[in-house]
């Protein structure tokens, strides 16, 4: 292999670890959250307070509202890794779109 090709080969490996590393070891805020879920926030808007309202408490008939502590982290303002969100995520997606997306229906 040339020097040339030798050079794209660790300037292309270097910028997937970066990537990679960015992806998997960036916190996860509200901001973030909701662009992953598919739910627009105004530049400059609360996000944590649209979060809150994309994702109202779950009915429950057993004397409390049982909440995935991931997200009432995200709901509190507190970011949370990468790992953590890809737990909570289809949980989080699929409140946001029964109640975000489906509010449209009902209007």
Not at 29 to 55: H, K, N
Request: glycine share 8%; charged share 25%.
């Amino acid at each position: 292999m040339g020097e040339n090709q030798a050079d794209i080969v660790k300037t292309g490996i270097g910028l997937l670890v970066e990537r990679t590393r960015k992806y998997l070891y960036a916190p996860v805020d509200a901001r973030q959250a909701l662009e992953e879920i598919g739910v627009q926030v105004e530049r400059g808007a609360d996000a944590v307070a649209v979060l809150r309202e994309a994702l109202p408490p779950e009915p429950a008939e057993v004397g409390f509202l049982p909440e995935d502590p991931r997200l009432a982290a995200l709901k509190s303002g507190l970011a949370i890794s990468r790992v953590d969100w890809s737990f909570a995520y289809s949980f989080a997606a699929v409140r946001a779109h029964q109640h975000v997306f489906s509010k449209g229906d009902r209007e």
